[in-house]
């Protein structure tokens, strides 16, 4: 069997990433507190936590810096797809009559992360404030409801939801979704239902920890169903529902605002005495104000 890197080596690796990347969002006690969830409960504790250490070593961590320039990248996307509609026009002609002509909103209630997220990308991109909905002031054709990531891939999901509504209230507008990360799955549901998605990265197989195309095990593959055996065992114990997080998503990936339930819940569950590394912020839906005291959404 190949060789994981000592723990202290990993330790090293993950403070240091945390020090230039993470913002100092963890630290060594965190750590070693998130560490003791790993008991020895599937294999020797010792290699539990060496695993956990490699798992924590490929997690992406998306910082503010990296959230802005997900947001730029994807706009120039955006718009590029919409120009080509354009003949004849030069580009920055071309650009002006597209901003004219289209509009940005929310993928989710009011409350919800792509509200704060829509002020980044305002702001980055410099767009004008009348752009965005609700608004009475542009004639517009296309409508981009903007989010963080885009991975659900079936007719009962949230997104999907919103995304239904909304196509009825914006009859026969085009419709856009632009995200930071969205899954080939999600973007071939989306797509075969009409609605056109523009996301900065792609995720595949090969974003997925236990997948047989998983870049974190490309050199370690020998290691990989046992990893996946230990994430199952205690996923179970502090996410029954999803394991392997919801839909099965098995990434390893957060931002500096929250961690999606798509990635192991290991790394951000706090139920059952589980202590997170990354805390996940939680939707509540149907509380009252006395309920929702003390509750982050």
Not at 48 to 73: D, G, T
């Amino acid at each position: 069997m190949s060789r994981l890197p000592d723990n202290l080596e990993l330790m090293e690796e993950i403070l240091l990433t945390n020090e230039l990347v993470w913002e100092g969002k963890i630290n060594q006690t965190m750590i070693d507190e998130w560490l003791s969830n790993f008991v020895g409960d599937v294999f020797d504790v010792d290699y539990e936590r060496s695993i956990a250490l490699w798992l924590l070593a490929n997690f992406v961590y998306y910082n503010l810096n990296e959230v802005s320039h997900l947001f730029k990248v994807a706009y120039g996307d955006l718009v590029r797809k919409i120009v080509t509609r354009i003949s004849g026009k030069g580009l920055e002609k071309a650009l002006e009559e597209t901003l004219q002509k289209t509009v940005f909103g929310t993928l989710g209630k009011t409350s919800e992360s792509s509200s704060m997220l829509l002020y980044y990308f305002r702001t980055v991109n410099a767009i004008g404030m009348k752009n965005f909905l609700p608004t009475k002031s542009v004639d517009y054709e296309s409508v981009v409801f903007v989010d963080d990531v885009t991975l659900s891939t079936h007719t009962g999901s949230q997104a999907w939801g919103y995304l239904r509504a909304e196509m009825g209230k914006h009859h026969g507008k085009e419709i856009h979704v632009l995200t930071m990360l969205a899954s080939r799955a999600a973007i071939d549901f989306l797509e075969a239902k009409g609605i056109m998605v523009t996301s900065a990265i792609c995720l595949d197989d090969e974003n997925k920890a236990f997948s047989k195309e998983s870049y974190v095990f490309h050199s370690h593959e020998d290691h990989k169903a046992r990893a996946e055996k230990m994430a199952i065992h205690y996923g179970q114990k502090c996410f029954p529902k999803s394991p392997l997080g919801h839909g099965d998503g098995q990434y390893l990936f957060g931002f500096w605002y929250n961690v999606p339930d798509n990635s192991l819940p290991i790394f951000w569950s706090d139920q059952n005495g589980w202590t997170p590394i990354f805390r996940r912020s939680h939707k509540v839906y149907g509380l009252t104000e006395a309920d929702g005291i003390g509750t982050f959404i």
